[in-house]
T-cell receptor, first 116, second 113 residues
């Protein structure tokens, strides 16, 4: 049973436009969420995170929105650039003592392609 | 430069052979992890270690073994008991078990012939 779902395996957008990547979760105990970016044949790199006490976190071109009632989060990239083309993983966990890094649950990823 | 180094990047193995993947970090992190990624799948946790000389099974530990004799090293052995070992293996570390930001190595791709 997937606790973290990224229902869109792929997304294609034009350079300069907004990219919106979505993630849904089922476990109501999750209260810490992260996005990772992965290029082919490389390890994922941390992008941005949000805890459940917030509904928005912004870092430059990247913004993550959290809707706790819908158990939904999204990553917005504005403006999108060709270098953003990668696979984006959503991950979720509970804060200690219920959980920690070893309890991170990853989605299957969404492949973003930004066309010049 | 601080980071995580995995080796080898590519590895081929015959069925029935054990193989060990290396993971070294110079970030002074206490916690280390091994994940497996299959095509179209998320990352699945194999083993993790909170501290030297301690490690715990993750979600898919069967057919794998680890050791943590030094803080900076967390090698993974894929044994012949692992029924489907062909995959992309990722090592990661974090400051501690209770901080969610993981730093990943570049991965090792294992192919069983």
């Amino acid at each position: 049973d997937q606790q973290v779902k990224q229902n869109s395996p792929s997304l294609s957008v034009q350079e300069g436009r907004i990219s919106i990547l979505n993630c849904d979760y089922t476990n109501s105990m999750f209260d810490y969420f992260l996005w990772y970016k992965k290029y082919p044949a490389e390890g994922p790199t941390f992008l941005i995170s949000i805890s459940s006490i917030k509904d928005k976190n912004e870092d430059g071109r990247f913004t993550v929105f959290l809707n706790k009632s819908a158990k939904h989060l999204s990553l917005h990239i504005v403006p999108s650039q060709p270098g953003d083309s990668a696979v984006y993983f959503c991950a979720a966990s509970s804060r200690p003592p219920q959980g920690g890094s070893e309890k991170l649950v990853f989605g299957k990823g969404t492949k973003l392609t930004v066309n010049p | 430069d601080g980071g995580i180094t995995q080796s080898p990047k590519y590895l081929f193995r015959k069925e029935g052979q054990n193989v060990t993947l290396s993971c070294e970090q110079n970030l002074n992190h206490d916690a280390m992890y091994w994940y497996r990624q299959d095509p179209g799948q998320g990352l699945r946790l194999i083993y993790y270690s909170q501290i030297v000389n301690d490690f715990q099974k993750g979600d898919i530990a069967e057919g794998y073994s680890v050791s943590r004799e030094k803080k900076e090293s967390f090698p993974l052995t894929v044994t012949s008991a692992q029924k489907n070992p062909t995959a992309f293996y990722l090592c990661a570390s974090s400051i501690s078990l209770h901080i969610g930001e993981l730093f990943f190595g570049e991965g090792s791709r294992l192919t069983v012939l």
